[in-house]
T-cell receptor
Framework: AQTVTQSQPEMSVQEAETVTLSCTYD???????LFWYKQPPSRQMILVIR??????QNATENRFSVNFQKAAKSFSLKISDSQLGDTAMYFC????????????FGPGTSLSVIP | KAGVTQTPRYLIKTRGQQVTLSCSPI?????VSWYQQTPGQGLQFLFE???????NKGNFPGRFSGRQFSNSRSEMNVSTLELGDSALYLC???????????FGPGTRLLVL
Protein backbone atom coordinates (compact mmCIF):
# COMPACT_ATOMS: atom_id res chain seq x y z
CA ALA A 1 0.00 0.00 0.00
CA GLN A 2 1.09 3.52 -0.68
CA THR A 3 1.99 5.81 2.21
CA VAL A 4 2.87 9.48 2.38
CA THR A 5 5.01 10.91 5.16
CA GLN A 6 5.55 14.51 6.15
CA SER A 7 8.12 14.57 8.94
CA GLN A 8 7.68 18.21 9.91
CA PRO A 9 4.40 18.73 11.80
CA GLU A 10 5.06 22.45 12.22
CA MET A 11 7.35 24.99 10.61
CA SER A 12 7.75 28.72 10.66
CA VAL A 13 9.47 31.17 8.35
CA GLN A 14 10.09 34.88 8.32
CA GLU A 15 8.22 36.89 5.75
CA ALA A 16 10.17 37.18 2.46
CA GLU A 17 12.38 34.22 3.36
CA THR A 18 12.45 30.79 1.72
CA VAL A 19 11.18 27.60 3.31
CA THR A 20 11.20 23.96 2.23
CA LEU A 21 8.60 21.42 3.30
CA SER A 22 9.53 17.75 3.15
CA CYS A 23 7.53 14.83 1.84
CA THR A 24 8.46 11.22 1.25
CA TYR A 25 6.30 8.45 -0.08
CA ASP A 26 6.39 4.74 -0.50
CA UNK A 27 5.15 2.99 -3.61
CA UNK A 28 6.04 0.21 -5.98
CA UNK A 29 4.37 2.00 -8.85
CA UNK A 30 6.38 3.56 -11.64
CA UNK A 31 3.77 5.98 -12.93
CA UNK A 32 1.93 8.24 -10.53
CA UNK A 33 1.15 11.83 -9.66
CA LEU A 34 2.20 13.91 -6.69
CA PHE A 35 0.53 17.01 -5.36
CA TRP A 36 0.93 19.71 -2.79
CA TYR A 37 -2.30 21.12 -1.40
CA LYS A 38 -2.65 24.14 0.85
CA GLN A 39 -5.39 24.50 3.44
CA PRO A 40 -5.48 28.00 4.98
CA PRO A 41 -7.36 28.73 8.19
CA SER A 42 -10.46 29.38 6.06
CA ARG A 43 -10.37 25.62 5.39
CA GLN A 44 -10.67 25.71 1.60
CA MET A 45 -8.20 23.17 0.22
CA ILE A 46 -6.28 24.64 -2.70
CA LEU A 47 -4.06 22.88 -5.20
CA VAL A 48 -0.56 24.37 -5.12
CA ILE A 49 1.37 22.24 -7.55
CA ARG A 50 1.22 18.93 -9.41
CA UNK A 51 4.05 16.68 -10.62
CA UNK A 52 3.84 13.73 -12.98
CA UNK A 53 6.32 11.01 -12.05
CA UNK A 54 7.36 10.45 -15.65
CA UNK A 55 8.54 14.05 -15.96
CA UNK A 56 12.10 14.67 -14.82
CA GLN A 57 11.67 18.42 -14.79
CA ASN A 58 10.54 19.80 -11.46
CA ALA A 59 7.19 21.58 -11.51
CA THR A 60 7.07 25.29 -10.75
CA GLU A 61 4.18 27.63 -10.05
CA ASN A 62 5.27 31.21 -9.40
CA ARG A 63 6.89 31.23 -5.92
CA PHE A 64 6.26 27.51 -5.43
CA SER A 65 8.57 24.85 -6.77
CA VAL A 66 9.24 21.22 -6.03
CA ASN A 67 12.32 19.06 -5.79
CA PHE A 68 11.20 15.68 -7.09
CA GLN A 69 13.65 12.86 -6.50
CA LYS A 70 11.99 9.74 -7.89
CA ALA A 71 14.66 7.27 -6.84
CA ALA A 72 14.64 8.60 -3.29
CA LYS A 73 10.83 8.89 -3.34
CA SER A 74 11.08 12.43 -2.14
CA PHE A 75 8.89 15.37 -3.12
CA SER A 76 9.72 18.58 -1.26
CA LEU A 77 8.02 21.94 -1.71
CA LYS A 78 10.00 25.17 -1.74
CA ILE A 79 8.23 28.43 -1.09
CA SER A 80 10.23 31.49 -2.05
CA ASP A 81 9.62 35.04 -0.83
CA SER A 82 7.17 33.78 1.81
CA GLN A 83 4.08 35.89 2.31
CA LEU A 84 1.66 36.13 5.24
CA GLY A 85 -1.00 34.53 3.05
CA ASP A 86 1.12 31.40 2.81
CA THR A 87 0.25 30.59 6.41
CA ALA A 88 -1.63 27.30 6.12
CA MET A 89 -1.56 23.58 6.50
CA TYR A 90 0.27 21.96 3.60
CA PHE A 91 -0.56 18.43 2.51
CA CYS A 92 1.52 16.26 0.24
CA UNK A 93 -0.58 13.79 -1.75
CA UNK A 94 -0.04 10.78 -4.00
CA UNK A 95 -2.20 9.29 -6.74
CA UNK A 96 -1.53 6.20 -8.82
CA UNK A 97 -1.83 6.47 -12.57
CA UNK A 98 -4.05 3.44 -12.89
CA UNK A 99 -7.77 3.97 -12.81
CA UNK A 100 -10.11 4.01 -9.88
CA UNK A 101 -7.59 4.88 -7.22
CA UNK A 102 -7.99 7.40 -4.49
CA UNK A 103 -5.64 10.18 -3.53
CA UNK A 104 -3.55 9.45 -0.44
CA PHE A 105 -2.66 12.39 1.76
CA GLY A 106 0.19 12.89 4.20
CA PRO A 107 -0.50 14.13 7.74
CA GLY A 108 0.29 17.73 6.82
CA THR A 109 2.76 20.42 7.84
CA SER A 110 1.50 23.54 9.56
CA LEU A 111 3.41 26.52 8.19
CA SER A 112 3.37 29.88 9.92
CA VAL A 113 4.77 32.94 8.16
CA ILE A 114 6.01 35.45 10.72
CA PRO A 115 5.94 39.16 9.89
CA LYS B 1 -16.03 29.05 -13.70
CA ALA B 2 -17.60 28.43 -10.30
CA GLY B 3 -15.74 26.18 -7.91
CA VAL B 4 -16.93 23.17 -5.99
CA THR B 5 -19.79 24.05 -3.68
CA GLN B 6 -20.91 22.18 -0.61
CA THR B 7 -24.05 22.58 1.42
CA PRO B 8 -24.66 23.07 4.21
CA ARG B 9 -21.44 24.63 5.49
CA TYR B 10 -22.18 23.87 9.12
CA LEU B 11 -24.39 21.29 10.73
CA ILE B 12 -25.17 20.24 14.29
CA LYS B 13 -26.81 16.88 14.91
CA THR B 14 -27.32 14.56 17.84
CA ARG B 15 -26.27 10.95 18.18
CA GLY B 16 -28.49 8.52 16.35
CA GLN B 17 -29.69 11.00 13.77
CA GLN B 18 -28.84 10.86 10.11
CA VAL B 19 -27.43 13.57 7.88
CA THR B 20 -27.16 14.26 4.15
CA LEU B 21 -24.42 16.45 2.72
CA SER B 22 -24.45 17.82 -0.79
CA CYS B 23 -21.69 18.59 -3.27
CA SER B 24 -21.91 20.33 -6.63
CA PRO B 25 -18.78 19.80 -8.72
CA ILE B 26 -17.15 22.26 -11.06
CA UNK B 27 -19.09 22.44 -14.30
CA UNK B 28 -17.91 19.70 -16.64
CA UNK B 29 -16.29 17.62 -13.92
CA UNK B 30 -17.58 14.06 -13.81
CA UNK B 31 -15.75 12.63 -10.84
CA VAL B 32 -16.57 13.45 -7.23
CA SER B 33 -14.69 12.23 -4.17
CA TRP B 34 -15.48 12.60 -0.49
CA TYR B 35 -13.01 12.88 2.38
CA GLN B 36 -13.34 13.09 6.13
CA GLN B 37 -10.89 15.35 7.95
CA THR B 38 -10.35 15.14 11.70
CA PRO B 39 -7.48 16.37 13.89
CA GLY B 40 -6.66 12.84 14.95
CA GLN B 41 -6.93 10.93 11.68
CA GLY B 42 -6.14 13.64 9.17
CA LEU B 43 -7.64 13.36 5.71
CA GLN B 44 -9.26 10.04 5.01
CA PHE B 45 -10.82 8.97 1.75
CA LEU B 46 -14.49 7.99 1.91
CA PHE B 47 -15.54 7.19 -1.65
CA GLU B 48 -15.37 8.30 -5.25
CA UNK B 49 -18.13 8.51 -7.82
CA UNK B 50 -17.90 8.71 -11.57
CA UNK B 51 -20.82 8.60 -13.99
CA UNK B 52 -23.25 7.84 -11.16
CA UNK B 53 -21.24 4.78 -10.09
CA UNK B 54 -19.16 4.32 -6.99
CA UNK B 55 -15.67 3.56 -8.26
CA ASN B 56 -13.73 3.30 -5.06
CA LYS B 57 -14.46 3.15 -1.36
CA GLY B 58 -12.36 3.85 1.70
CA ASN B 59 -12.35 1.97 4.97
CA PHE B 60 -15.50 3.35 6.56
CA PRO B 61 -18.53 1.51 7.99
CA GLY B 62 -21.69 1.01 6.00
CA ARG B 63 -23.33 3.91 7.83
CA PHE B 64 -21.50 6.09 5.33
CA SER B 65 -23.03 6.02 1.88
CA GLY B 66 -23.26 8.24 -1.12
CA ARG B 67 -24.62 8.64 -4.58
CA GLN B 68 -24.09 10.69 -7.69
CA PHE B 69 -26.75 12.09 -9.94
CA SER B 70 -26.81 12.42 -13.71
CA ASN B 71 -25.70 16.06 -13.45
CA SER B 72 -22.63 14.88 -11.45
CA ARG B 73 -23.88 16.39 -8.21
CA SER B 74 -23.24 14.10 -5.30
CA GLU B 75 -24.72 13.48 -1.88
CA MET B 76 -23.21 11.77 1.10
CA ASN B 77 -25.34 10.25 3.84
CA VAL B 78 -24.35 9.22 7.33
CA SER B 79 -26.88 7.25 9.33
CA THR B 80 -27.01 6.58 13.06
CA LEU B 81 -24.54 9.35 13.81
CA GLU B 82 -21.85 8.82 16.43
CA LEU B 83 -19.82 11.40 18.32
CA GLY B 84 -16.76 10.32 16.35
CA ASP B 85 -18.40 11.36 13.10
CA SER B 86 -17.80 14.99 14.04
CA ALA B 87 -15.47 16.21 11.32
CA LEU B 88 -14.96 18.40 8.31
CA TYR B 89 -16.30 16.61 5.25
CA LEU B 90 -14.61 17.65 2.05
CA CYS B 91 -15.80 17.06 -1.46
CA UNK B 92 -13.46 17.20 -4.44
CA UNK B 93 -14.24 17.12 -8.12
CA UNK B 94 -12.13 16.33 -11.16
CA UNK B 95 -12.67 16.19 -14.89
CA UNK B 96 -12.03 12.50 -15.00
CA UNK B 97 -10.89 9.76 -12.65
CA UNK B 98 -7.16 10.47 -12.92
CA UNK B 99 -7.33 14.22 -13.14
CA UNK B 100 -6.40 16.75 -10.48
CA UNK B 101 -8.97 17.13 -7.73
CA UNK B 102 -10.35 20.51 -6.74
CA PHE B 103 -11.83 20.81 -3.29
CA GLY B 104 -14.92 22.50 -1.95
CA PRO B 105 -14.99 24.52 1.28
CA GLY B 106 -16.26 21.57 3.27
CA THR B 107 -19.16 20.88 5.59
CA ARG B 108 -18.36 20.99 9.28
CA LEU B 109 -20.46 18.44 11.12
CA LEU B 110 -20.75 18.46 14.88
CA VAL B 111 -22.44 15.50 16.56
CA LEU B 112 -23.60 16.11 20.12
Amino acid sequence: AQTVTQSQPEMSVQEAETVTLSCTYDTSENNYYLFWYKQPPSRQMILVIRQEAYKQQNATENRFSVNFQKAAKSFSLKISDSQLGDTAMYFCAFMKETSYDKVIFGPGTSLSVIP
Amino acid sequence: KAGVTQTPRYLIKTRGQQVTLSCSPISGHRSVSWYQQTPGQGLQFLFEYFSETQRNKGNFPGRFSGRQFSNSRSEMNVSTLELGDSALYLCASSLDLQETQYFGPGTRLLVL
